[in-house]
């Protein structure tokens, strides 16, 4: 089964950068549509980054700019880099496939952008 392991977040002032891992257990970053997701308290789980098995990368008008979405194939490892980061960005963070079946959620990772 496929397990989905997000790290990297943290506490962090308006302005500051993270980088998020997305560790799988399986070779599948390089053959799916991956995604990074949010969810904030309150709100719907929602689509941030994505990028395809070819490399292209979509973002949210949210995010676009500031976050970058890439994978290390051999790793089995997608990244997400946050810029500027604004208290808004606040949420738990996931990774899964972009579109269609996902796979079981992993835990997240807490982002909270605070001063």
């Known amino acids: 089964q496929v397990q989905l392991v997000e790290s990297g977040g943290g506490l962090v002032q308006p302005g500051g950068s993270l980088r998020l891992s997305c560790a799988a257990s399986g070779s599948i970053l390089s053959i799916n549509y991956m995604g990074w997701f949010r969810q904030a308290p309150g709100k719907e789980r929602e689509l941030v980054a994505g990028i395809s098995p070819s490399g292209r990368t979509n973002y949210a008008d949210s995010v676009k700019g500031r976050f970058t979405i890439s994978r290390d194939n051999v790793k089995n490892t997608m990244y997400l880099q946050m810029n500027n980061l604004k208290p808004e960005d606040t949420a738990v963070y996931y990774c899964?496939?972009?579109?269609?079946?996902?796979?079981?959620w992993g835990r997240g990772t807490q982002v909270t952008v605070s001063s």
């Open positions: 899964n496939t972009g579109v269609g079946q996902k796979f079981p």
